[in-house]
């Protein structure tokens, strides 16, 4: 019997970050708070951004944090408390589906209060 998911209870959110020791200290907290039932950490990615009237252009990672929807909002306080950058990208987007045994783990690891 297949599992049902209910499409949006859970996001993916992307971070950048400069370098690999931000990237493990990162991606460590935030699982460990239960942020996030997993990070990966993706290397070798360049950025072109326009910041305070110029383009720039930076080698960085990207993390790839699959949590629950309503942990978006607590990840990009935990990004903006402990991430270098003055405006840390915190970006999500809803799964709107997936294997079903993965997404019920998410839920397990990354476990909401219910009143």
């Given at each position: 019997?297949?599992?049902?998911?209910?499409?949006?209870?859970?996001?993916?959110?992307?971070?950048?970050?400069?370098?690999?020791?931000?990237?493990?200290?990162?991606?460590?907290?935030?699982?460990?708070e239960k942020?996030?039932?997993?990070?990966?950490?993706?290397?070798?990615?360049?950025?072109?951004?326009?910041?305070e009237?110029?383009?720039?252009e930076?080698?960085e990672?990207?993390?790839?944090?699959?949590?629950?929807?309503?942990?978006?909002?607590?990840?990009s306080?935990?990004?903006r408390?402990?991430?270098p950058?003055?405006?840390?990208?915190?970006?999500?987007?809803?799964?709107?589906?997936g294997?079903?045994?993965?997404?019920?783990?998410?839920?397990?690891?990354?476990?909401?209060?219910t009143?």
């Open positions: 019997m297949a599992e049902s998911y209910i499409s949006g209870t859970h996001s993916m959110a992307f971070i950048t970050v400069p370098n690999l020791e931000v990237a493990k200290k990162l991606s460590h907290g935030i699982v460990k942020l996030a039932a997993c990070v990966n950490i993706i290397p070798g990615i360049t950025s072109v951004y326009e910041w009237g110029k383009v720039e930076d080698s990672l990207l993390l790839m944090v699959k949590t629950q929807t309503v942990k978006v909002d607590a990840l306080e935990y990004v408390k402990n991430h950058y003055e405006v840390a990208e915190v970006i999500s987007s809803k799964i709107d589906n294997n079903p045994p993965y997404l019920k783990w998410i839920s397990e690891v990354v476990r909401v209060k009143s």
